[in-house]
């Protein structure tokens, strides 16, 4: 079964960080570029982040640039996105996704979604 695995949301405080992972089982992730999404109560999914199959290309959504950094290990099968300097306008179900390209871009076709995890930026 393809299946993608989101991890590490919680709730923390306005300044924290967490580090979301995104783990892949039933297909590999080496050919696959990956974003992460967001969608927060009664606003439409956004994208924030994504990353090249290979990792060597990355693109943010300008409210989380400086902030956000996506990272990749194929060894481990798993994406990564550290969230630093968090807000409370970050709230929101974050969800990854694959896409079999290697590059990414606002016009990539995602093929497969995880369930999404809770990030929730509050004091």
């Known amino acids: 079964q393809l299946q993608l695995v989101e991890s590490g949301g919680g709730l923390v405080q306005p300044g924290g960080s967490l580090r979301l992972s995104c783990a892949a089982s039933?297909?590999?992730?080496?050919?696959?570029?990956i974003g992460w999404f967001r969608q927060a109560p009664g606003k439409e999914r956004e994208g924030v982040s994504c990353?090249?199959?290979?990792?060597?290309?990355?693109n943010y959504a300008d409210s989380v640039k400086g902030r956000f950094t996506i990272s990749r290990d194929n060894a481990k099968n798993t994406v990564y996105l550290q969230m630093n300097s968090l807000k409370p306008e970050d709230t929101a179900i974050y969800y990854c996704a694959a896409a079999p390209d290697y590059y990414c871009s606002v016009l990539t076709e995602y093929r497969y979604w995880g369930q999404g995890t809770q990030v929730t930026v509050s004091s």
């Open positions: 990353i090249s199959s290979s990792g060597g290309s990355t």
């Open positions: 039933g297909f590999t992730l080496d050919y696959y570029a």
